[in-house]
């Protein structure tokens, strides 16, 4: 148990203990006195807008320079994201529909705004219009504003209850005269612009992200290839060498003085890589599914048992790059397996000894223990990406009872150590 509680203390604290590790980018800024620095800026995985910067002339610089709105008018990270500043208002209504369910006492449209100094993130600067968002602990806003404007105007949206009924709800949808306004202004207006303009949803970043396209003049195929610059995905596949054993617990003749011998055979996985962040890449959501081969053996004096299973696994996992450099990240993680065996051998031999010669003599029983088709383990990982195309990696499966019996008291668990190589197949090779 102090192993195991060791064991998950480390894959749980040391990404905490690392999170500001830093990861500086090639960059500007420019201060709202218009000086305009160029060196390098410690890119984050920011899922909120960041309420500072870290600056440095050089990655090996000592001198390390905060950036906050109040004094930035703008920073980019070289081809990969950029903010603006803003000091206005910011709408405080909740847009999440589940908590007016149970919080709200009132059926009124909050309309509540508070005066802010933030970073607007950029996600497009179109020839007419530069398209904004905005996310803190409440909600995603967005703004747009027109290219030679220097103050951006917040998308309107509110969401309210029914007087008449707590559970339905409705919402007011100003976002959608503003984009028509804007698409009107540039000449813009197709009937098919203005049927996605009433189609569009707020909550949904990719189709204001259309609208503004078309009002920038950026076709679809244009959009595409600009969103195809950033990995939001990656596929893989590898081999591996995988280690399994299993110990007999309780009531089973195999417990006394067992001797357990391991089986090492190959492994084979595919699976794909999703991320929170695409500019970053610190957190990875990964599906895995592998294919190995098990042979272990539990033995004593008299006993013995034989285990030949064929296993196909699923292995959903979050992965943390901890260390985080251009050709090298070092990360742990950790997922839950779906196990599904299929058995090829089960053999139990009994040791007895002839009263008459002495001689010992062997009794085989075939499928004599009920093993499991499927269970679930947690899993850890320890790995290495090298030069953002190989992931060697070692994952460690939690010891799971297989013994399919109701007896109490009495179990036959396996767990499992597999060492892996994976090949990214990478899109793109910018971070």
């Given at each position: 148990?102090?192993?195991?509680?060791?064991?998950?203390?480390?894959?749980?604290?040391?990404?905490?203990?690392?999170?500001?590790?830093?990861?500086?980018?090639?960059?500007?800024?420019?201060?709202?006195?218009?000086?305009?620095?160029?060196?390098?800026?410690?890119?984050?995985?920011?899922?909120?807008?960041?309420?500072?910067?870290?600056?440095?002339?050089?990655?090996e610089?000592?001198?390390?320079?905060?950036?906050?709105?109040?004094?930035?008018?703008?920073?980019?990270?070289?081809?990969?994201?950029?903010?603006?500043h803003?000091?206005?208002?910011?709408?405080?209504?909740?847009?999440?529909?589940?908590?007016?369910?149970?919080?709200?006492?009132?059926?009124?449209?909050?309309?509540?705004?508070?005066?802010?100094?933030?970073?607007?993130?950029?996600?497009?600067?179109?020839?007419?219009?530069?398209?904004?968002?905005?996310?803190?602990?409440?909600?995603?806003?967005?703004?747009?504003?027109?290219?030679?404007?220097?103050i951006?105007?917040?998308?309107?949206?509110?969401?309210?209850?029914?007087?008449?009924?707590?559970?339905?709800?409705?919402?007011i949808?100003?976002?959608?005269?503003?984009?028509?306004?804007?698409?009107?202004?540039?000449?813009?207006?197709?009937?098919?612009?203005?049927?996605?303009?009433?189609?569009?949803?707020?909550?949904?970043?990719?189709?204001?992200?259309?609208?503004?396209?078309?009002?920038?003049?950026?076709?679809?195929?244009?959009?595409?290839?600009?969103?195809?610059?950033k990995?939001?995905?990656?596929?893989?596949?590898?081999?591996?060498?995988?280690?399994?054993?299993?110990?007999?617990?309780?009531?089973?003749?195999?417990?006394?003085n067992?001797?357990?011998i391991?089986?090492?055979?190959?492994?084979?996985?595919?699976?794909?890589?999703?991320?929170?962040?695409?500019?970053?890449?610190?957190?990875?959501?990964?599906?895995?599914?592998?294919?190995?081969?098990?042979?272990?053996?539990?033995?004593?004096n008299?006993?013995?048992?034989?285990?030949?299973?064929?296993?196909?696994?699923?292995?959903?996992?979050?992965?943390?790059?901890?260390?985080?450099?251009?050709?090298?990240?070092?990360?742990?993680?950790?997922?839950?397996?779906?196990?599904?065996?299929?058995?090829?051998?089960?053999?139990?031999?009994?040791?007895?000894?002839?009263?008459?010669?002495?001689?010992?003599?062997?009794?085989?029983?075939?499928?004599?223990?009920?093993?499991?088709?499927?269970?679930?383990?947690?899993?850890?990982?320890?790995?290495?990406?090298?030069?953002?195309?190989?992931?060697?990696?070692?994952?460690?499966?939690?010891?799971?009872?297989?013994?399919?019996?109701?007896?109490?008291?009495?179990?036959?668990?396996?767990?499992?150590?597999?060492?892996?190589?994976?090949?990214?197949?990478?899109?793109?090779?910018?971070?």
């Open positions: 148990m102090r192993k195991i509680f060791t064991l998950l203390s480390f894959f749980l604290f040391l990404p905490l203990l690392l999170i500001a590790q830093s990861n500086y980018k090639k960059g500007f800024v420019l201060t709202l006195q218009g000086d305009s620095l160029r060196g390098y800026i410690n890119l984050q995985e920011w899922v909120k807008n960041p309420k500072e910067i870290k600056f440095k002339s050089s990655p610089a000592l001198e390390e320079q905060t950036f906050a709105p109040n004094i930035t008018q703008y920073f980019e990270v070289s081809g990969i994201v950029a903010y603006q803003y000091n206005g208002l910011i709408s405080m209504n909740n847009i999440d529909t589940k908590i007016p369910v149970i919080v709200s006492t009132t059926v009124k449209i909050d309309s509540s705004k508070v005066r802010d100094t933030v970073f607007l993130k950029v996600l497009q600067k179109g020839k007419y219009v530069t398209f904004y968002s905005y996310t803190d602990n409440l909600k995603t806003r967005y703004f747009v504003a027109e290219t030679n404007s220097v951006p105007q917040e998308l309107g949206f509110s969401i309210y209850i029914d007087s008449k009924n707590r559970h339905e709800f409705h919402t949808n100003p976002f959608k005269g503003q984009l028509w306004y804007l698409a009107t202004k540039f000449k813009t207006d197709t009937p098919t612009l203005k049927r996605e303009i009433e189609d569009a949803s707020y909550l949904k970043e990719w189709d204001l992200l259309a609208i503004v396209s078309k009002v920038n003049g950026i076709t679809r195929k244009e959009q595409q290839l600009q969103e195809k610059t990995e939001y995905s990656r596929f893989f596949a590898g081999v591996g060498l995988n280690r399994s054993d299993m110990k007999a617990f309780g009531n089973l003749d195999l417990v006394s067992q001797k357990i391991a089986s090492y055979l190959p492994s084979v996985s595919v699976g794909i890589d999703g991320f929170r962040n695409a500019d970053v890449q610190r957190l990875i959501l990964r599906g895995e599914v592998f294919l190995t081969m098990t042979n272990p053996e539990i033995n004593n008299s006993d013995q048992q034989k285990l030949k299973q064929t296993i196909l696994g699923l292995d959903p996992q979050l992965i943390y790059n901890f260390y985080y450099k251009e050709d090298l990240r070092i990360n742990v993680g950790a997922g839950l397996a779906y196990n599904y065996a299929v058995q090829t051998e089960s053999r139990y031999r009994n040791r007895y000894v002839d009263f008459r010669t002495d001689e010992p003599y062997y009794i085989y029983k075939d499928n004599l223990h009920p093993f499991k088709k499927s269970w679930f383990c947690l899993t850890f990982r320890f790995g290495v990406i090298l030069n953002k195309k190989f992931d060697i990696g070692a994952v460690y499966f939690m010891p799971a009872d297989i013994l399919d019996d109701e007896v109490v008291r009495t179990s036959i668990k396996t767990n499992s150590m597999r060492l892996q190589v994976n090949y990214l197949f990478n899109r793109k090779t910018k971070n």
